[in-house]
């Protein structure tokens, strides 16, 4: 366990002290901020123009205006290639360098440096995506009123933040894990129950939101980037074990993204509720946000999709680590 | 330095080649198939039958070369995978150790749990609805009647857009229009989305009438369904169409997201934004369950041919309906005209005419019949003529050459005593002779007049329904038979349409036989709706003297009082005025008169609830940003009784005029001859206000000025005694007459009767004071649209009116000040960025100083 918390920490720190986390976080917040751009201009748009769900134009689903879908093509062509970037680097340049041979032989299960290498990577996809949320309160018209409602409740609840970022400075100092894991569970536990009962049971909150678009097109976004960037980012970690180039890695990771991405190319061809259009829709990763992830909704169809090949990813990368030990 | 290549062996040779052969076959099969695709373009053309045929050449040497690339290929990739199995296999089974196969056939089961599971997602997913007004979300009750569809007979829903959003409203485009025309195909596409998930099979097709390739899609999708064309090409506006099995159902844009375009240019302080008022995703579904619905009937009944809606032909184009049977066939109704009167061809008075129930083609039976005894008395007369003057011809040739004396004696008689001389008798004979010529040339004339009247006749007789229908001599059974599948009756009574032009139809003419009102009364009885529009019954002499006709009286026992004035406008007064000086007399410019006001509900009664009909209409008025220009003149004041408007359900008076108006009992100017010998125009109507003396003072007949309701709506119980004839007025009186010994019966009765009238069944009823509101062969956009409305919502079809019940829809907006705005722009375009390639430059530098 300790080893596995080492590795995480090594590799996700990895990310913030080479030039190339930067690169890819420049690009990225580049790209999410010129849609975010398009976005606040159909927000705040004058006459019969507008955006029904802004969170389709973030994530390059909107049909109109043609900007949007535009920039929808953009963003869906470096998607891939943004988490190729990521996973290009994981375990090729270990292979490359020589340094797999040491990892193999280090006391460590080969599914505990799969696991450790892919929450790393993943860690610091969420972390991209964290800044994102600054854009909230454009996005669904958040408003947030603060009131000084300091209950037992509520106090539990910032306690329990408060005992959250101690273990994650607990994880990142590598201070004992059973303490580590103690700030964890107990602020989690402390935030989430205080919380609760803070919003059913105080007559007043200490922060109160009012959205004056939905937001349930907000979170089901995030929670569809989330499992989408989980996917492909098991993918490119599977490449990264078979290749030794990091070149190679990330062209071979985009090509095998882009396939779940080209397919909604080829929506216009087919008639919505053929089996055409179907097939089409199960591979298109840009078609699942476009139609139910941007629009408020939760489809078991790519949930499914994402999870299971993540797993399966996941399993093959172990299993291609397991097949260099026994060469 | 060790060489590090492997070794090469037959073995990787043959691998190579493999490998080699099956990337190939991929690169060729990928030709092969844009080959294909580019000769069949379509998906549903990709069958192993077409393949093949394009193989042996039938669609020519293209597409063979294309099928045997593409086929070639895919071969060539199976043979390589084979292989590489078949040494996956091998070396499974070879030399590789027991770990290596239990990681193989682990690998192969992870694969094939894959596909399982995602293969079991694929037909068993389902969607979840988060939104925060569950607008992906059907109601239950609805989704289970659009799961008892059979998949078996799919639904085609064709969004036509033809670029017309308000019908004949108007034809005025706008970003507002086009803005809603997209928002709406959206949305439908969605709707349908929602209906595929419960299984029934649905084809959508969006058309547009400015696309490159219209016609041709328009041919490809109703080449099997000529009733789909037909309808598309009858469609009046931007319309959702729904066809199964051979029945089209239609949907104006407006009646599933109606555009508010008064609200739209208000929004957002005024900066504009789209707002849309949704009708009901149940209004959409409902099109696509009623598919197989039968149309509502609506049957016009008229006292004679001239007023039905058929087209006129010359004549009659003011006092024709076919301009509201043109609304209401293209808005979903069937119209049918049942003529109330007979008899016009030999009847010398009104009172020589017959109750009837006619169809029209009946009535033109009738009419072709009168019009071909005309012609047959005119041929006998000219024959007659020609006759006589063939013996005067005789004559004449007989006296040629005998003496003066006689030959002037002939003359004497033929010029009626006129002195004919020697030297006038060739101008005699040359005039003889052209009275011949005209004789037979009357002749031949009222023969072909003739011919063509029996020709007529003979064309309408061979209709075996109207000759059937003429057999049938019972009035009061024959209505009932006709109206039987009737859902909504209209009666208009044209009689005056300009007051200073005069009365046109004699509003006695009008009247009908109580067997008559009896079918009527039946019809409101079963619930059925019925729809008046009353002219005034004013005559040229003054007020009307005949008492209310049987159907007069069946409206004002459902509970609306009918003024006997007609209604003149300010404007009008100044009409006659000037027609008394002789400037406009017979004729000249039109007076301007005020529009009519549909009020939803009365001033200070907020308690009512609107009027369903005039709710409707300003909706419709706000779709397009205008009010509806509703004018007519001469006008009949129409009032709800007191009774009715003490429970009202909805405010009843829903038709106004302004108060520029006033009531006249002598609606029409005199011309009498004057002192001096000539005529002139006398009893000019002008405002006299009722004096406090007069009998008239305080009640609805007093002469006042408006506004004045003309148009009264109503849903409530017919009377008690309609359906008991035992508390009829004329039976209770009778017994306060008979005596005491009735004095139970009669209290008992009178209860009854007093006890309001909630006996009988409900229906609807709307009450017009204009006879011709909704004549003419074309109707305005306002007239057309009120009349939608009120039928609509008299056959009970609320659904098709457009409602504001649900919150409007509009585009999310976020309110900012322009300083807000270039923050928000370039901390977000620019700030974060560059915090990144800030932070990127900081740990660069700090790690070169470690």
């Known amino acids: 366990m300790r080893a596995t918390a080492s590795l995480i920490r090594r590799e996700f720190i990895a990310y913030f002290t080479s030039p190339a986390g930067y690169v890819a976080a420049f690009g990225f917040l580049l790209l999410t901020g010129l849609l975010f751009n398009l976005n606040l201009g159909l927000l705040t748009e004058k006459g019969p123009l507008g955006v029904e769900y802004p969170m389709q134009v973030m994530l390059g689903g909107a049909d109109s205006p043609i900007l949007a879908q535009v920039a929808g093509v953009l963003f869906w062509g470096l998607f891939p290639a943004v988490t190729g970037m990521l996973t290009m680097r994981l375990l090729a340049e270990e292979r490359g360098t020589g340094s797999i041979e040491l990892l193999l032989t280090a006391p460590i299960r080969d599914w505990q440096i799969v696991f450790a290498k892919f929450y790393a990577c993943f860690g610091f996809y969420i972390v991209l995506w964290l800044p994102t949320l600054l854009y909230l309160p454009v996005l669904a018209d958040l408003h947030a009123q603060w009131k000084p409602a300091f209950t037992p409740f509520s106090i539990a609840m910032l306690v329990g933040f408060v005992l959250i970022v101690f273990g994650k400075i607990a994880f990142f100092r590598d201070w004992p894990g059973w303490l580590t894991i103690g700030l964890g569970l107990i602020g989690l536990t402390a935030a989430v129950a205080g919380g609760y009962f803070h919003y059913t049971q105080d007559p007043e909150h200490l922060v109160t939101f009012t959205a004056g678009i939905d937001p349930a097109p907000i979170w089901t976004s995030y929670l569809g980037v989330v499992l989408a960037g989980a996917m492909f980012l098991a993918l490119g970690l599977f490449v990264s074990s078979l290749v030794e180039s990091q070149l190679v890695a990330w062209m071979v990771s985009l090509l095998l993204g882009l396939v779940f991405v080209l397919p909604s190319l080829l929506r216009w061809w087919f008639e919505p509720g053929t089996v055409g259009y179907d097939v089409v829709y199960f591979l298109s990763v840009p078609e699942h946000f476009r139609r139910t992830f941007t629009r408020g909704q939760l489809d078991t169809l790519p949930i499914v999709l994402y999870v299971t090949v993540t797993l399966f990813c996941l399993f093959l990368t172990v299993r291609s680590l397991e097949s260099r030990r026994l060469r | ?850």
């Open chain 2, 1 to 850: 330095m060790t060489d590090t290549r492997q070794r090469t062996t037959w073995g990787t040779r043959f691998r190579f080649l493999v490998r080699a052969f099956g990337l190939t076959g991929l690169f060729a099969t990928v030709i092969g198939a844009g080959l294909f695709a580019s000769e069949f373009p379509s998906p549903s053309q990709w069958t192993t039958q077409t393949v093949q045929a394009a193989g042996e050449g039938t669609h020519g040497p293209f597409a063979k070369v294309a099928a045997w690339t593409l086929a070639a290929g895919v071969v060539s990739v199976a043979i390589a995978l084979v292989v590489e199995l078949l040494s996956g296999l091998l070396l499974i089974t070879g030399r590789r150790t027991a770990a290596s196969v239990s990681a193989t056939v682990g690998t192969l089961a992870a694969l094939a749990l894959l596909v399982f599971v995602n293969a079991y997602s694929f037909t068993h997913h389902r969607r979840l609805d988060f939104t925060r007004d569950h607008q992906f979300t059907l109601a239950p009750e609805l989704a289970e009647k659009l799961r008892s569809l059979r998949p078996e007979s799919p639904t085609t829903i064709v969004v036509h857009q033809m670029h017309q959003t308000f019908g004949s409203l108007t034809d005025e485009r706008d970003s507002y229009t086009s803005g809603a025309e997209r928002k709406v195909t959206e949305k439908v596409k969605d709707v349908v989305d929602l209906f595929r998930e419960l299984g029934p099979r649905f084809n959508i097709e969006v058309l547009d009438t400015e696309a490159f390739e219209y016609n041709r899609q328009l041919d490809a999708i109703t080449k099997d369904a000529p009733a789909l064309r037909q309808a598309i090409e009858s469609s009046p506006e931007n319309s959702i169409f729904f066809f199964a099995n051979d029945r089209v159902q239609r949907l104006a844009f407006n009646e599933f997201l109606q555009l508010d375009k008064t609200a739209s240019k208000e929004a957002n302080s005024g900066r504009g934004n789209l707002v849309l008022l949704p009708q009901g995703v149940e209004n959409f579904a409902r099109r696509v369950l009623a598919v197989q619905e039968r149309r509502p009937k609506v049957a016009v009944l008229v006292v004679h041919e001239l007023l039905t809606t058929a087209y006129p032909e010359g004549r009659g184009r003011a006092f024709t309906m076919a301009g509201l049977k043109k609304a209401l066939t293209t808005h979903g109704f069937d119209v049918t005209d049942v003529v109330l009167k007979k008899n016009w061809a030999s009847a010398g008075s009104l009172e020589e005419l017959k109750p009837a129930a006619d169809t029209r083609e009946e009535s033109t039976l009738e009419r072709l019949e009168g019009a071909l005894a005309t012609a047959a008395d005119e041929t006998a007369a000219a024959r007659e003529q020609a006759e006589i003057f063939g013996q005067i011809r005789t004559r004449v040739e007989e006296l040629k050459g005998r003496p003066w004396a006689e030959r002037s004696a002939l003359y004497a008689r033929l010029v009626r005593g006129g002195t004919v001389t020697e030297e006038l008798e060739p101008e005699v004979l040359a005039s003889l002779q052209r009275q011949f010529n005209r004789a037979d040339q009357i002749l031949i004339d009222a023969r072909k007049a003739q011919a063509s009247a029996e020709a007529k006749l003979r064309d309408a007789l061979s209709d075996e329904r109207t000759i059937e229908g003429r057999r049938i001599t019972d009035v009061k059974a024959k209505l009932t038979r006709v109206l039987a599948d009737v859902d909504l009756i209209v009666i208009p009574r044209f009689t005056v349409e300009d007051a200073t032009e005069g009365p046109d139809v004699a509003a006695s003419l009008h009247g009908i036989s109580k067997e008559q009102a009896d079918v009527i009364r039946d019809f409101m009885l079963k619930g059925k709706p019925v729809l008046a529009l009353l002219g005034p019954i004013s005559s040229r002499t003054g007020p009307a003297t005949d008492g209310p006709d049987p159907l007069e009286k069946l409206i004002t026992e459902r509970g609306i009082v009918l003024g006997n004035e007609t209604i003149l406008f300010d404007g009008e007064a100044a009409a006659f005025a000037s027609r008394r000086a002789g400037e406009q007399f017979g004729g000249g410019v039109p007076t301007d008169i005020p529009p009519l006001v549909l009020v939803e509900t009365p001033d200070g009664k907020t308690d009512i609830k609107p009027n369903p009909v005039a709710a409707a209409a300003r909706l419709t008025a706000r779709s397009v940003d205008q009010k509806l220009d509703l004018r007519a003149r001469a006008l009949r004041p129409v009032y709800v009784a007191p009774w009715v408007s003490a429970e009202p359900r909805f405010a009843a008076e829903f038709v106004q005029t302004g108060p520029d108006a006033w009531n006249e009992v002598r609606p029409f100017p005199q011309v009498r001859p004057l002192p001096d010998g000539t005529f002139g125009v006398t009893d000019i109507p002008r405002f006299e206000p009722t004096p406090l003396d007069d009998p008239r003072k305080g009640t609805l007949e007093e002469e006042r000025r408006g506004p004045f309701p003309i148009g009264v709506a109503i849903d409530g119980p017919s009377p008690a005694h309609w359906s008991d004839d035992r508390l009829a007025p004329t039976r209770i009186a009778a017994m306060l007459v008979a005596g005491p010994q009735f004095q139970k019966l009669i209290a008992g009765a009178l209860a009854s009767a007093q006890s309001n009238r909630p006996k009988g069944t409900s229906s609807r009823l709307i009450v017009f004071g204009s006879g011709n509101l909704f004549s003419g062969p074309k109707l305005e956009p306002a007239q057309e649209k009120l009349l939608l409305h009120s039928a609509n919502w008299l056959t009970g079809r609320e659904d098709r009116m457009p409602q504001a019940s649900q919150a409007a829809w509009q585009f999310p907006r976020v309110e900012m000040t322009e300083r807000e705005f270039s923050l928000w722009r370039y901390g977000t375009a620019i700030g974060l960025p560059l915090v990144a390639v800030y932070l990127g430059l900081m740990v660069t530098m700090f790690r070169r100083l470690r």
